[in-house]
């Protein structure tokens, strides 16, 4: 079975200050990777996946994620944060020879003090 | 592009009720899954659908169920109500193949008293 961790239930962080959200992935089969947010009252939006290839993945409003496969993990990063980046933040696997069912991870909550 | 919607999005009901939920994709999403999101459980997969047939499924009882109409449009049922059911409901649509982006829809907040 899949199972995903992220170990920090909550994260704050200054404003323009980095931030780096840990998530690792359990799984004997190969994943497809994703982060998801989660504004507060709304669904979540897709930020990035992993596929394959390169290991450094860009996705929207600055946030990048590195794939490690010897340490299973994936973790989110952004070099200066806003305000607006306070949400929850969702790490999640998908296998790749199963259409659709995402496992998604506990979520950490990102606050952005001014 | 229209996004995905969910009706209702506010919902009370009482122990021992039912409930159905709708969920319109997006125009061409062939793929339409459902989530419960609790603080306590986080967000647990319970069913996707493909064209009209259920594809995969989460380890929730037969009380939750679901279906897909050719439209694509999906509806999820509970049956028989528990306090623990209160949660909200996301639905997700996509176009159903391998690592698709799911969008997903504003949820259903449903309340069991």
Request: aromatic content about 12%.
């Amino acid at each position: 079975a899949q199972s995903v961790t992220q170990l920090d239930s909550q994260v704050p962080v200054f404003e323009e200050a980095p931030v780096e959200l840990r998530c690792n992935y359990s799984s004997s089969v190969s994943v497809y990777l994703f982060w998801y947010v989660q504004y507060p009252n709304q669904g979540l939006q897709l930020l990035l996946k992993y596929l394959s290839g390169s290991t450094l993945v860009k996705g929207i409003n600055g946030f990048e994620a590195e794939f490690n496969k010897s340490q299973t993990s994936f973790h989110l990063r952004k070099p200066s944060v806003h305000i607006s980046d306070t949400a929850e933040y969702f790490c999640a696997v998908s296998l790749k020879t199963s259409y659709d069912k995402v496992i998604f991870g506990p979520g950490t909550s990102l606050s952005v003090i001014p | 592009k229209a996004g995905v919607t969910q009706t209702p999005r506010y919902l009370i009901k009482t122990r021992g009720q039912q409930v159905t939920l709708s969920c319109s994709p997006i125009s061409g999403h062939r793929s339409v899954s459902w989530y419960q999101q609790t603080p306590g459980q986080g967000l647990q997969f319970l069913f996707e659908y493909f064209s009209e047939t259920q594809r995969n499924k989460g380890n929730f009882p037969g009380r939750f169920s679901g279906r897909q109409f050719s439209n694509s449009r999906s509806e999820m049922n509970v049956s028989t109500l528990e306090l623990g059911d209160s949660a909200l409901y996301l639905c997700a649509s996509s176009l159903g193949a391998l690592a698709s982006e799911q969008y997903f829809g504003p949820g259903t907040r449903l309340t069991v008293t």
